[in-house]
C-alpha cells in the first residue's frame, strides 16, 4: 500500500478509536422531581433514572454517571456541553432550540389539583370554574393553561422549598384551600403516599394538554446514542418495563 494511503487509512483507523472510546461513558444529569429523578440515600432513582441504568445501561455497555443538579444549572450544564444528556426535561420552543430530544417521550402526565376528599369540587372544564376559589401553586412555577387563563381566583403562591409538594397537599387535605395545583399528577400522587394522605385527598385532572416528558440531549452528541436510547425506551414501554419501573414508586 502506498504510504498516503496508509497514512490516511492509520488516521481514519485512529479517529474511529477516539470515537468509539468517546461513547464508553455517558454524563447524565437530573433535577430532583420524584418519582422521576431523585436522589435517594445519595444514589439517583426514579423511573427516568431506572429506564436508562437498567435498559439503556446493558443494552449499550455505555457506563452512565448520574449527577444531580437544580435545573437551571442542569440546562446551563447541557448546553454547554459539561453533560450529555439528562433523563428528565418537558419540551418547549427555547429548549428545542438549544438540545436534542428522544424521540418519545417516556412517560406523558397529566396537570392535576389536589382537593380535599369530601371537597364539594369535583371536575374543572375550564379557566371560569376557578372563579371565587383559593388555589396554591408553586410561586414562579409553571401553571397548567387551564388556571394561567382564570380570571377570579385567589392565588396562594408557596415559595420553593423541598417539601414543596407536602406543604401543598397538607393544605389541600385540610380544606384551607380550595385545591393545590400541580403540572405533574404523578408526584402529587408519589408524595401523597410518602407522607400518608392519600386517602384523604383527590386528584382532578384538568381539562390541559397532557405534559410529555423527555430525556434530552447535548448537541452534538452521536446520533447512535439518542438511537438507543430510542430503542430501549419504545422496547420498555412495549413489555411493560416502564410500567414496572412506575409501579416500584406510586401504586395506582
Known amino acids: 500500500m502506498p504510504k498516503t494511503r496508509l497514512f490516511i487509512a492509520t488516521a481514519l483507523l485512529s479517529l474511529s478509536v477516539l470515537s468509539a472510546q468517546a461513547q464508553t461513558k455517558l454524563k447524565a444529569g437530573y433535577f430532583g422531581l420524584a418519582p422521576y429523578a431523585m436522589d435517594v440515600g445519595g444514589k439517583a432513582s426514579g423511573f427516568a433514572v431506572d429506564l ?82 383559593t388555589v396554591s401553586i408553586n410561586k414562579g412555577g409553571y401553571r397548567c393553561p387551564s388556571l394561567a387563563a382564570a380570571k377570579d381566583v ?50 382532578i385532572d384538568l381539562p390541559d394538554p397532557p405534559q410529555p416528558l423527555f430525556a434530552a440531549f447535548r448537541k452534538g452528541i452521536d446520533p447512535a446514542i439518542i438511537a438507543a436510547y430510542d430503542k430501549v425506551n419504545a422496547d420498555a414501554a412495549a413489555d411493560g418495563s416502564m410500567a414496572g419501573f412506575i409501579g416500584r414508586y406510586v401504586k395506582k
Do not use: W
Open 52 to 133: 436508562v441504568r437498567e435498559k439503556f445501561v446493558p443494552a449499550t455497555k455505555i457506563e452512565v454517571d448520574f449527577v444531580s443538579l437544580p435545573i437551571l444549572r442542569m440546562l446551563g450544564e447541557l448546553e454547554a456541553g459539561n453533560l450529555d444528556m439528562v433523563v428528565l426535561l418537558a419540551k418547549n420552543p427555547e429548549r428545542e432550540a438549544k438540545f436534542l430530544f428522544a424521540a418519545a417521550p417516556f412517560y406523558t402526565d397529566a396537570c392535576a389539583l389536589a382537593v380535599a376528599k369530601d371537597s364539594p369540587l369535583t371536575t374543572i372544564t375550564g379557566p371560569a370554574d376557578y372563579a371565587g376559589k
Open 154 to 203: 385567589t392565588l396562594d403562591e408557596m415559595v420553593v422549598s423541598d417539601n414543596l409538594l407536602e406543604q401543598l397537599l397538607r393544605k389541600a387535605a385540610s380544606g384551607r384551600v380550595a385545591g393545590a395545583h400541580q403540572p405533574t399528577k404523578l408526584a402529587f400522587q408519589y408524595v401523597a403516599q410518602q407522607i400518608g394522605i392519600e386517602a384523604e385527598v383527590r386528584f
